[in-house]
């Protein structure tokens, strides 16, 4: 669903059709060096998903105990229903989680397991159809599930930005991209008419877009999709948010500049003390770039610990099986054939208490009724009756 265009707002970045038209390619011009890029991978050589991760000791929870003791972004029993012809799809149940001070979280699941109807519902941005049915997000005082569309505005691009997929559909196709990022530095970052387009071409700096005046001036049919990916970074960023949510920054890109968006997303999130929200199917780059997991499947939360503590101890059957089914460094969810079973009907009216109970070997008779969620061990959570 992430490729379903978000409703058009004001204050988030533009969403337009995509710019479609010629691809002139300015990105890498001929003699150019390509900015940034890294080399992939040879095949054969990717390493342990474990090996992936930053050297060093697990971090203490308290660490993150403290991040979420005063949490940027406290997400707690969000449910969202879809009304369709066949009946109400319960998208998300008992959705909870947190985005401490400067933290980098993942949110991670298989395709439609509920990441993008989260994002969108604390955007406040669901389809038509959507509708929050409990829970609440406290973002600095303000509940974001029941603020008003004025309070959400203002919030929008000021304090919260989002990052989608598929930058070319989300950038204006008929303004360049200068302008757009000083139109935001304009509207939400307080800038004069006059200083915004320095700053914009500051901005495109930051995200190291060579000949950065220049490139000001083009269109984003005039770049590649991770130029165009550097271009919505820099507009994200632009006035400094309190939070990033980015849903699939690197879906449709290259991998070789895959890495690149990612260095340079979470990178100037922490520069900036910028928390940030990391949608994503790969599970490698969320071991490689983010502080926290938060897993889902079927729109529950079924797991939520540090990096390192979920990679290397896994507590919920699902994260075992997502962690044995990614095997290297570059897998990803999209690798996923050998978990058996698939996602439940979410228009069900019966559902059971657990919805991975269909594909679950470990299932109890009380998982159709009842589900425990704990704090298994110091900021490691799980739902599940029989974890392991
Ligand atoms: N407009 C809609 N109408 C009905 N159901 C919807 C709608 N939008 C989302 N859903 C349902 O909500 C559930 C969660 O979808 P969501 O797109 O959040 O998953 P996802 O994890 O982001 O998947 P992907 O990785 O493919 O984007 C799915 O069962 C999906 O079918």
């Not at 991040?67 to 972004?73: F, V």
């Not at 369709?84 to 395709?111: D, N, P, Y």
């Not at 303000?142 to 929008?156: F, V, Y």
């Not at 797991?303 to 990614?326: I, N, S």
Request: proline share 10%; charged share 20%.
């Amino acid at each position: 669903m992430s490729e379903r265009p978000p409703r058009a707002d004001p204050a988030v970045p533009p969403q337009l059709t995509p710019a479609g038209g010629p691809a002139a390619d300015l990105a890498v011009e001929p003699g150019e060096a390509p900015p940034l890029d890294t080399a992939p991978t040879p095949p054969g050589t990717a390493p342990n998903l474990l090996d992936s991760l930053p050297p060093g000791p697990i971090p203490p929870a308290a660490a993150f105990s403290a991040a979420q003791a005063e949490p940027c972004l406290a997400v707690r029993d969000l449910a969202v229903s879809f009304r369709t012809r066949g009946g109400t799809v319960k998208a998300l149940e008992q959705v909870g989680f947190t985005v401490g001070r400067g933290e980098i979280v993942a949110l991670v699941g298989e395709s439609g397991s509920g990441k993008s109807v989260t994002a969108y519902a604390l955007m406040g941005i669901l389809d038509a159809a959507g509708e929050v049915t409990a829970g609440t997000a406290q973002f600095g005082g303000t509940d974001l599930l029941h603020a008003p569309e004025r309070t959400l505005r203002g919030i929008r691009g000021r304090d919260i930005s989002m990052i989608f997929q598929n930058p070319r559909t989300a950038l204006n196709p008929i303004r360049p991209v200068g302008k757009q990022i000083a139109d935001v530095l304009i509207r939400h970052g307080g800038a004069g008419r006059r200083e915004a387009p320095a700053a914009a071409i500051e901005m495109l700096r930051r995200v190291r877009i060579t000949d950065p005046e220049r490139r000001a001036r083009a269109y984003p049919y005039e770049m590649s999709g991770g130029m165009c990916q550097r271009v919505m970074i820099a507009i994200a960023l632009a006035c400094r948010p309190k939070l990033l949510i980015a849903d699939e920054p690197t879906t449709g890109i290259d991998v070789t500049t895959q890495a690149v968006i990612m260095d340079l997303l979470t990178g100037l999130a922490r520069e900036s003390g910028v928390s940030a929200l990391v949608i994503t199917h790969d599970l490698a780059l969320a071991s490689e770039y983010c502080d926290r997991v938060v897993v889902m499947h079927a729109g529950h939360v079924v797991e939520d610990a540090p990096v390192r503590d979920l990679f290397a101890h896994p507590r919920h059957p699902y994260t075992a099986r997502l962690l044995a089914a990614t095997p290297t460094g570059h897998a990803s969810l999209a690798d996923l054939a050998s978990i058996p079973g698939s996602l439940p009907d979410l228009r069900r009216p019966d559902l059971p208490a657990c919805r991975y109970i269909g594909r679950c070997d470990r299932a109890l008779d009380s998982c159709q009724v009842s589900l425990q969620r704990r704090e298994i061990a110091p900021s490691h959570l799980v739902a599940c009756n029989n974890p392991l």
